[in-house]
């Protein structure tokens, strides 16, 4: 049953309520302000107009005072409880944020210390047949850290590690503190009898395409001794057929059992097969009688961590079903500031994006949660990949104290044992930059305190994923390895030189040194990176205009204002101003500084990612920092809040395509033509590289013999700039390259910066079908540079955006609203960097 209505919120001073007299069954709790659960105060209050909008201008300061309160849920509901005394009654809840006392009935049935974890309380004496009342208490954070020590370090706030909380509530370089309270996670109250399954494990032992063995491992809890219990288990193919069952007794709480599978569908990533789901079924039976049933969809495959090639050389791969794959993809931050509020379609929506943007793996970062099981589910249907950080982030922990690792361990255990089926679970890792930083901070002399923390992350993780997963590797901290927690040599990277301006190399001791200038902050250092993985790396680009728009006060859209500043909460606005100096020049206006950053952020990304991908045999994964954003600011994100993708986002649709045409060049250094082939089978065809001056002239034209292994990347071409240019100059054309015989994105290269590109006027002719849902793209006079199609709403899908046409060319692009309705195309906006207000039909 669960208890998802009549919920209502009420807040207090501390001490102001006798909690008793709040917790009674019996008070009268009608006006207070009704809110949905799961959910949070925060999204409460909006709903009920009782706060702005926190994400409109300076809002989210005018609500500071809500993490200051005691606030109260109530609800009340009918239940039969029935009359059998063997009947057991748990109440369960998913999620609660924070430090909560649990009432029912108005007894207090336990409190709670920790956000990510589930707690179940057994309420059997005190439910009763008709009307019973929950009530939820939570205390303000400070009651439960003002009397604690005060770390060296902790990003962003002192506050926070002593609180099992998300981090990013406190406020990240991306997102504002918005400190969030209440019921995040389902209630539900549960009936059992005799017994119930604690849980379910299942894995696969090995797998081939002939034969695989899974093994599922069972644990039951009895209510009465002496009990005679046993379970079956199923496994059931998509359409519902048998493929394998075992009964087997339950002795002493736990059964193992195994299953054979003939010719078993594996599970893939998209981009390699089909992300094929079985499904496993248990049911629980005592004295014969059913008791209690869980149902899941499992994937039969393998996935291992790769620390050492068949040469004996490090690296960092993941192997898929005996398949060394490239992870493509990014990080993933929680999708709204308010979590618990997070609609299960907004989920959908963005995996759905990452999905169609070729990406394959996505990386839980340690400052959010431990996601939704939507968001498994989703991977798990889509096949894509899972890096799933322990929420550790950027701070020292109190692993002295020994409440809070009873905490932490309860944390593990619940989440590890939640979370292990799901076969696009790839790798457990413990913490986010925690050994790196607290290297880089002692050299510093930021840091003189012992590493507190450190035994969470190299023992009691370890130590509980020994018990209770072994199916998956385990990763002590992103990035980790070597003679530096960043070393290129060993484990994975973070390569925040691009944008931070960190200097590399660095060894273990060194004090780390920041370079702000042009050089240090350029996209072009990514070609100085040959990390085994790149698990971090990423340049700002701005949100679409709507996304800033909708959330800016009037008369404060503009280049340089205060509340435009307030969008972006990185430190030092000065690094993304430099990246555009060296790029594109710097912005003059709104306009400018939207497409800017956003063509810096696209052909940045691009120029990593063609790098890294060109050097597979080395480099195995690049994970952009990141996907999405919490709420609609200015960061690294590649989606905007809005759900409308970025410049980097439809660029990324081609870098990370499974089969990439590239060209390794920079100014003035001959034009290296690559193919990488991520596919397993091989390819042969014939590659066109063309250079067009940008009236659309053809200056030279090369066919090139392809032939390129499965899973494998080839230079297959070699020529100078005059070679390829025919005496005109660099600045004044642009390169293609194409496939035939093959699929692949076509490729575009220039071969100089955009801020010194010759780029003509060029005019743009627009056609509408709003019946067709389509717009049509002209382009004449000359090279339209970035092709951009705004539509004044949110969550849209365009078959394409943000792209380049030469005169004559032209380019149909489908919109189309997600949910199936139809799209007002009446405010559409097309432009360019270099087009005059286009000619619309």
């Known amino acids: ?33 009704t809110a949905k659960v799961p959910g949070d105060v925060h999204s409460a209050l909006i709903e009920r107009k009782i706060i702005d909008n926190p994400y409109f201008g300076h809002n989210d300061a005018k609500c500071r005072w809500i993490e200051t309160k005691e606030w109260w849920y109530r609800t009340q509901f009918e239940y039969a409880k029935g009359e059998r005394d063997e009947d057991r009654h748990e109440l369960v809840f998913e999620g609660l944020d924070t430090f909560a006392t649990v009432y029912v009935n108005g007894l207090e049935v336990g409190k709670t210390n920790n956000m990510f974890v589930e707690y179940v309380f057994d309420v059997t004496r005190i439910v009763r047949n008709g009307k019973n009342t929950i009530a939820v208490k939570f205390d303000p954070l400070y009651l439960h850290h003002r009397d604690k020590e005060q770390f060296q370090w902790s990003s962003y706030t002192k506050e926070r590690p002593w609180l099992r909380k998300a981090a990013m509530n406190f406020g990240w370089d991306w997102g504002p503190r918005l400190v969030t309270v209440g019921i995040w996670g389902k209630v539900r109250l549960e009936r059992r009898t005799k017994a ?27 209510y009465r001794r002496g009990l005679s219990n046993d379970c079956r288990v199923r496994l059931l193919d998509r359409e519902g057929v048998e493929v394998a069952s075992v009964r087997a007794d339950v002795a002493e709480g736990k059964a193992s059992v195994r299953l054979a599978v003939d010719a078993p569908k594996r599970w893939w990533t998209h981009d390699l097969g089909e992300p094929y789901l079985y499904r496993i079924e248990v049911e629980l039976y005592s004295e014969g009688e059913p008791v209690d049933r869980r149902a899941f969809d499992f994937g039969i495959r393998t996935v291992e961590l790769l620390l050492k090639d068949e040469e004996g050389r490090n690296a960092f791969a993941f192997v898929l079903n005996g398949v060394r794959l490239f992870a493509k993809g990014t990080n993933w931050i929680p999708a709204d500031n308010f979590i618990g509020a ?46 799933q950080d ?57 840091i003189t305190c012992p590493f507190y923390g450190e035994s969470i992350y190299h023992e009691l993780i370890p130590d509980a994923l020994a018990e209770l997963d072994d199916s998956r590797a385990y990763w002590p901290s992103s990035p980790y390895g070597g003679s530096d927690a960043n070393d290129p040599d060993v484990g994975d990277r973070h390569n925040w030189q691009v944008w931070h301006g960190s200097v590399y190399p660095r060894k273990f001791g060194e004090p780390p040194i920041l370079d702000y200038s042009i050089q240090g902050v350029t996209f072009k250092n990514y070609k100085k990176d040959f990390a085994l993985f790149s698990s971090e790396f990423g340049i700002h680009g701005s949100a679409n205009r709507y996304t800033l728009e909708k959330h800016t006060p009037e008369g404060e859209f503009y280049w340089g204002s205060v509340e435009m500043a307030y969008r972006n909460k990185d430190t030092n606005h000065q690094k993304g101003i430099l990246l555009m100096e060296g790029f594109t020049g710097i912005p003059k206006d709104i306009e400018e500084y939207m497409n800017f950053s956003m063509l810096t952020q696209a052909e940045g990304l691009k120029y990593g990612i063609e790098h890294y991908r060109r050097n597979k045999e080395r480099t195995s994964g690049a994970l ?58 091989p ?18 034209s090369t066919d090139i013999p392809a032939s390129v292994a499965g899973n494998g990347a080839a230079c297959l071409f070699t020529a100078t700039e005059a070679e390829l240019l025919n005496g005109r100059a660099p600045e004044d054309v642009v390169v293609t390259l194409t496939a035939e015989g093959f699929d692949a994105p076509a490729n575009v290269l220039y071969l100089r910066d955009h801020k010194d590109l010759r780029l003509p006027a060029a005019e743009l002719i627009v056609t509408v079908d709003e019946s067709e849902q389509t717009v049509r793209v002209a382009a004449r006079g000359g090279l339209a540079r970035m092709v951009k199609l705004d539509v004044p709403r949110g969550n849209l899908r365009f078959s394409d955006n943000f792209f380049d046409l030469l005169p004559g060319e032209e380019k149909i692009v489908r919109i189309a609203d997600p949910r199936g309705g139809s799209v007002d195309l009446k405010g559409l906006r097309v432009s360019a960097i270099n087009a005059a207000e286009p000619t619309q039909n």
């Open 1 to 33: 049953m669960e208890l998802n209505q009549h919920w209502r919120i009420q807040s207090f001073d501390v001490g102001q309520a006798r909690p008793l007299e709040v917790a009674s069954a019996g008070l009268d709790d009608r006006f207070w302000i």
């Open 196 to 222: 119930k399954l604690e849980s379910v494990f299942a894995r696969t032992v090995r797998a081939d395409e002939r034969t695989a063995d899974i093994r599922v491992d069972v644990e039951a809890k009895s």
């Open 342 to 387: 997070i609609p299960e379609e907004r989920y959908r929506d963005l995996i759905d994006l990452a999905v169609e943007g070729q990406m394959n793996m996505l990386r839980v970062w340690a400052g959010g949660i431990y996601e939704k099981d939507v968001f498994y589910e989703e991977c798990d249907r889509r096949g894509v990949l899972v890096w």
């Open 390 to 446: 322990f929420a550790f982030a950027n701070a020292l922990f109190p692993d002295f104290n020994k409440d809070f690792m009873d905490s932490v361990r309860a944390e593990v255990a619940h989440n590890v044992k939640r979370l292990r089926n799901h076969a696009s679970l790839a790798l457990w890792c413990g913490n986010n930059e925690i050994d790196w930083l607290y290297d880089m901070k002692t050299a510093g002399g930021d």
């Open 624 to 681: 952009v920092w990141q996907l999405n954003d919490s709420w609609p600011g200015t960061s690294w994100a590649m989606i905007d809040h809005e759900l409308l993708p970025k410049a980097a986002y439809f660029y990324g649709k081609k870098f990370f395509h499974p089969v990439l045409l590239s060209i390794d060049h920079d100014a003035g250094s001959p034009l290296r033509v690559w193919v990488v082939n991520d596919r397993l089978e």
């Open 683 to 700: 390819l042969d065809g014939v590659l066109k590289l063309k250079v067009f001056d940008f009236t659309g002239a053809l200056v030279s």
